[in-house]
């Protein structure tokens, strides 16, 4: 397989090529959160357009396929005419747009729609490419479906009302205003498209939303696991922590690569620092928020590893159902369950648990930063505490977040319940495992973003000695937008700001640009 864009920041790439080779994660937050534009190369419109052929080729021979020429779920025992093929492709988006809610956030809905593009380009949907066109215009001209997030017990609905825009229907936000979908179209030059045999279904079947959220939890995740490295290395420095527990030897006999790049960045990102160096025997040994960093950390990192590992794999695809299957000048209709999430989901529920283990490690030291008997710092880190509250609620705020995280941990795939006349017996529940995922990924940039705002706050009680260079570095960025905290202020936006650095990567990528590559 051939993999683009790799190593590049998702930032810095502007446009991706569909058809030749994998799409990564890189690009899939290229195009979602950064607005990287989609094109597809010839050996993408070919396979489209010779899959389309045998969809054709089927209608005309009158064969029994499910969702072409018969109903859908327990409604396959129907069989629809040809005549009525449109039909059943428009009533199957109008019926099944029935997600509720609030509406998933635009980024969401964009890598939705990258996955559909994947999914279906392919060469196993039978789906002109005038669709797949219209839906790449939809993103190049970012023009976001309305699509409700609630409610979907493993894909169809969300679909259902990005595909109501494609026929003129439904709603979408362009130039930053909610309208009509036909509206929307028109006004960037686009024009609806009717539905064809099976491209309803297409449309509306698959891990596509499953997958997209995922991506988006594990880019996050990812993200702040490296994040996590640089807040606790902080949080050791300035809690006189001894780097003798991040020793080589200590994680040789630990037989886990994770744990032994986890220790080297510490070590890596506090190289140089007077207060380190300071205070290496201070303690005998410190609590383990501090000294089971690389452990913890490590363990988390594995587990987003192999997420990865599987997330990748179901991101390359084909969901659909069914599977049209190219064979020398004709072809066959595979019904099966390719549109099942399982892989993804039971991986998603994996990384809200190890993300639950990041915040809970990340919190323990947020507590010890601001609990003078502890941190042997001015109580909750402010000059002339009683008459100021400090740092002390934004410690409630990382618990509170913290047990939200607990709470949304549960896994969701080992739940059941059938659905379709008992037709659908065994559902996944995917859907909610990464749609939570994500919503973990957000609540843990926040914890992070509450222990780097302590830890540069206790840096500023440590004037004797220097920092590393580093810390330093990342304390000069935070600084330049959040002051030292002298007396009690308004705190949300300064949590905020920090939050955005590390949802950006500015944080990560200053360190890295100073020591080389944060090893995970």
Known sequence: MITKNVYLHPKDIKEVALGDGVISIPELIAISRYGATVSFTKNYRNRVNKSRSLIEKFLEEDRLIYGVTTGFGSNWTNVVSSEDAETLQRNIVRSHAVSVGNPLEREVVRAIQLMILVNLGQGFSGVRLEVLELIASLLNHDITPFAPGDGSVGYISPESHMALVLMGEGKAWYNNELMEGIEALEKAGLTPVTLGCKEGLALTSGTTSVTAMAVLALYNAMQAAKTADIAGAMSVEVLKGTIKAFDSRTHT???HEEQAKTARNVVRILEGSQIAE????????????????????????RALKDAAFTIESEMNSTGDNPIIYPEEEDGVALMSGNFDGSYVGIYADTMCIAMANLAKISERRIDRLVNHHFSELPSFLVENPGLNSGYMIPQYTAAGLLNEIRVLSHPSTID????????????????FASKKAYEISQKLEYILAIELMNAVQAMDFHQSLKPSPTTERVYH???????????????????????????????????????????F
């Open 253 to 255: 006999v630990k037989k």
């Open 278 to 301: 300071t205070y290496k025997d201070y303690r005998l040994q410190d609590a383990l928020s501090l000294r089971c960093i690389p452990q913890v950390h490590g363990a988390v990192k």
């Open 416 to 431: 059941n319940v059938p659905t379709c006349a008992n037709q659908e017996d065994l559902i996944s529940f995917a859907y």
């Open 477 to 519: 960025l935070i600084r330049s937008q959040v002051p030292t905290v002298e007396e009690d202020r308004f705190f949300y936006p300064d949590i905020e700001v920090i939050r955005s650095q590390i949802h950006k990567g500015e944080i990560v990528e200053l360190v890295e640009m100073l020591i080389g590559e944060i090893e």
